[in-house]
Each structure stands twice: as structure tokens, then as C-alpha cells.
């Protein structure tokens, strides 16, 4: 089973609204990532926040990270069209060498104009 | 920095033949992963190398899978014999553990169909 899981699968809003997409996952981390991949294109990265961290912007993404619940919510507000994209989180637990990371499922996010 | 880069962008086989997957990753990163995605399985993780070395390939999904780094700035994925199953977009990404940065940077990715 995927360390992160994401909730919900898909969202579709109105430009000018507010997005939130949940994560949760099962074992200690290092750190969360969320990612963002548009339509035929390759993963870029967001935001990092790290397992001493609760909350965490980045322009108009907001973070935040519960480790009692093992879960992290990003939040994008305003929303453009240009937001409309597929949102991953992604776990660095500490026993991976290297940098290896899990990601969740994802969420498909249309912002509609 | 050019960033991650993979070729060929897009590859079309038919079942049986031999695949070749490249990549370059960016210039300072010793880390590098290879990534398949599918609809159905989501971004799995197939092997990563952590200065040229293979540390973790539990993902590959059978012999068939084979994957080298012959040096940092080099990586190529196989597929031996292909089949219509490996159809996915295959990505590989880079990053740097030196310096404590834990973000991965994808290249384009590779969409592979075996007809």
C-alpha cells in the first residue's frame, strides 16, 4: 500500500476560489513534499515541510503538517487556471538512503474560468 | 542548468522488442530514481542509484527490468523483451543528499507504447 494517500481523488472549482487537498500517510517522516504535475509533463516540486514544522507558505500555497494525525493538508487559494493540475504529496521516512521518496495517489485538481 | 533530461520524449514498439530508456541527470545531483506511471498503478518507484550505485531496486517489476549508471552524468533503463503491459510514461529525476536538499527534479518523462 502507498505511504501517502490523497483525499479527494479529484476537485473542481471556480477560479478565485480556495483548493485544499489532504494527505495521510503510516509511518514516521522526515519531511512531506507536494508536488505538482500538469498534463504530460514531469513533477515539480512545491513546497517541503519538515516533521519539527506544522505550518508552512509558499506564496499562495499554505501547508500544513499534523504528526499526531500523520497527515498534512495544502492548501492553494485564489485559484487560477493555470493551477489546474494532478497534486502529489510525497514521504522522505527516515530510514531511506538517499533521498527516496513515496508518493500518494494524487489529486486532480480543474479550476474552471 | 537544462535540467533532467530523458529520450527519447516518445517511443513506439511492438511486443518482443529490446527498449532503451535514457537519462542525464542535472549536473552536481548524485541521486537518481526511475519512475513508471500508469492510470492504474499511480507513480511507482522502480530503482534508485545514490552515487552511481543501485541502493534500492525492490520496485523493478521483473528480470525483464534492468537498469545501469556507468558514471554521474549517465543512466539507462531496459526493457527485455517489451511488452504491451510496460506501456506507461517512464520519468527519471535527480537530486542532490550532499547539501541536505531532499527535492527530486523530474526530467519530461518518456511515453512508451508497446503495441
Known amino acids: 500500500s502507498q505511504q501517502g494517500e490523497e483525499d479527494p481523488q479529484a476537485l473542481s472549482i471556480q477560479e478565485g476560489e480556495n483548493a485544499t487537498m489532504n494527505c495521510s500517510y503510516k509511518?514516521?517522516?522526515?519531511?512531506l513534499q507536494w508536488y505538482r504535475q500538469n498534463s504530460g509533463r514531469g513533477l515539480v516540486h512545491l513546497i517541503l515541510i519538515r516533521s519539527n514544522e506544522r505550518e508552512k507558505h509558499s506564496g499562495r500555497l499554505r501547508v500544513t503538517l499534523d504528526t499526531s494525525k500523520k497527515s498534512s493538508s495544502l492548501l492553494i487559494t485564489a485559484s487560477r487556471a493555470a493551477d489546474t493540475a494532478s497534486y502529489f504529496c510525497?514521504?522522505?521516512?527516515?530510514?531511506?538512503?538517499?533521498?527516496?521518496?513515496?508518493f500518494g495517489g494524487g489529486t486532480r485538481v480543474l479550476v474552471k474560468p | 542548468d537544462a535540467g533532467v533530461i530523458q529520450s527519447p520524449r516518445h517511443e513506439v514498439t511492438e511486443m518482443g522488442q529490446e527498449v532503451t530508456l535514457r537519462c542525464k541527470p542535472i549536473?552536481?545531483?548524485?541521486?537518481l530514481f526511475w519512475y513508471r506511471q500508469t492510470m492504474m498503478r499511480g507513480l511507482e518507484l522502480l530503482i534508485y542509484f545514490n552515487n552511481n550505485v543501485p541502493i534500492d531496486d525492490s520496485g523493478m517489476p521483473e528480470d525483464r527490468f534492468s537498469a545501469k549508471m556507468p558514471n554521474a552524468s549517465f543512466s539507462t533503463l531496459k526493457i527485455q523483451p517489451s511488452e504491451p503491459r510496460d506501456s506507461a510514461v517512464y520519468f527519471c529525476?535527480?537530486?542532490?543528499?550532499?547539501?541536505?536538499?531532499?527535492?527530486?527534479?523530474f526530467g519530461p518523462g518518456t511515453r512508451l507504447l508497446v503495441l
Open positions: 549536473s552536481g545531483h548524485n541521486s
Open positions: 509511518t514516521s517522516i522526515n519531511n
Open positions: 510525497a514521504t522522505h521516512t527516515r530510514k531511506a538512503a538517499g533521498n527516496k521518496l513515496t
Open positions: 529525476a535527480s537530486s542532490n543528499d550532499r547539501d541536505h536538499e531532499e527535492t527530486q527534479y
